[in-house]
């Protein structure tokens, strides 16, 4: 069985770069799928972030495109996510999933908090 | 980006009532429209892709249908584990986006 999870700060302050890990077990990330991060916001609303594929191709969300960066660590099967010059609107709920158009498995999410 | 208007926002329904939910995106997207469930404290499920096809392990009582601009989801049969918040999200184009998301509470 598949399984997903999300690590990393809890807090990052303004201007400062977002970085979490997100573990999987139970599928390599080489053998398939999409490897997407999507964040849900305090009211809700979930946002496409972008994606790392199986062969190491990335697709970014177009509104973050200049600040996004998605890698990974084949060795380790993990994958990342940097989001760059955070601001508070970037505080979220951030989620590591696995994707072939629809997510079929997701982590537990990861709550960040930008704040001074 | 295409946009997906989800109503109601939330709603009550009673145990062993049938509760519908509808998806309205800006544009056709062909039945490209998957429907998750977050519980509370829980990480989004994915509960049907491709407008209808049920995802596996998925229990029955849920379907999904539509076409062109307008989808939903039915669950015949409410039951107090399908208390949660229910979100569409279309994969027609790139980026995917998502509905704001009905929150269902038993009555």
């Known amino acids: 069985e598949i399984q997903l999870q999300e690590s990393g700060p809890g807090l990052v302050k303004p201007s400062q770069s977002l970085s979490l890990t997100c573990s999987v077990t139970g599928y390599t990330i080489t053998s398939g799928y999409d490897w997407s991060w999507i964040r849900k916001f305090p009211g809700n609303k979930m946002e496409w972030m972008g994606y790392i594929s199986y062969s190491g191709s990335t697709n970014y969300n177009p509104s973050l495109k200049s600040r996004i960066s998605i890698t990974r660590d084949t060795s380790k099967n993990q994958f990342f996510l940097q989001l760059n010059s955070v601001t508070t609107e970037d505080t979220a709920t951030y989620y590591c999933?696995?994707?072939?158009?629809?997510?079929?498995?997701w982590g537990q999410g990861a709550s960040v908090t930008v704040s001074s | 980006d295409i946009q997906m208007t989800q109503s109601p926002a939330s709603l009550s329904a009673s145990l062993g009532e049938t509760v519908s939910i509808e998806c309205l995106a800006s544009e056709g997207i062909s039945n490209d429209l998957a429907w998750y469930q977050q519980k509370s404290g829980k990480s989004p499920q994915l509960l049907i892709y491709a407008a209808s096809r049920l995802q596996d392990g998925v229990p029955s009582r849920f379907s999904g249908s539509g076409s062109g601009t307008r989808y939903s989801l039915k669950i015949s049969g409410m039951q107090p584990e399908d208390e949660a918040d229910y979100f569409c999200?279309?994969?027609?184009?790139?980026?995917?986006?998502f509905g704001a998301g009905t929150k269902l509470e038993l009555k």
């Open positions: 999933a696995r994707a072939f158009y629809v997510m079929d498995a």
């Open positions: 999200q279309q994969s027609y184009k790139y980026p995917p986006t």
